[in-house]
């Protein structure tokens, strides 16, 4: 089934992380685990952290576009675990 969205890699390698956005969850992940990704081809195996879904390809890259903008550790593992986007966050 192809779902639209961005997420969220780990590679079980190294523990960095990795963000992308996509309309095939299923086959991009398989793509990447394959080693056709430059970016994480010597980051394999990559476990999937977290998926969020969009209603359309343009709208999951330009979240992936502002999530990339926040390079800290600490915020990614955030939307790892309760899906809170920075920019969502209330003080």
Request: glycine share 6%; with cysteine; aromatic share 12%.
């Amino acid at each position: 089934m192809k779902q639209t969205g961005v997420y969220i890699l780990q590679s079980l390698k190294n523990g960095f992380y990795y963000t992308g956005s996509t309309d095939n969850i299923e086959n991009r992940l398989t793509i990447h685990n394959k080693g056709w990704v430059k970016a994480t081809k010597n980051m394999r195996p990559l476990l999937l952290m977290r998926f969020v879904s969009c209603n359309s390809i343009t709208e999951a890259k330009s979240l992936e576009y502002r999530l990339k903008k926040y390079k800290r550790r600490d915020i990614l593992e955030r939307v790892i675990e309760d899906g809170i986007f920075p920019w969502d966050y209330t003080k």
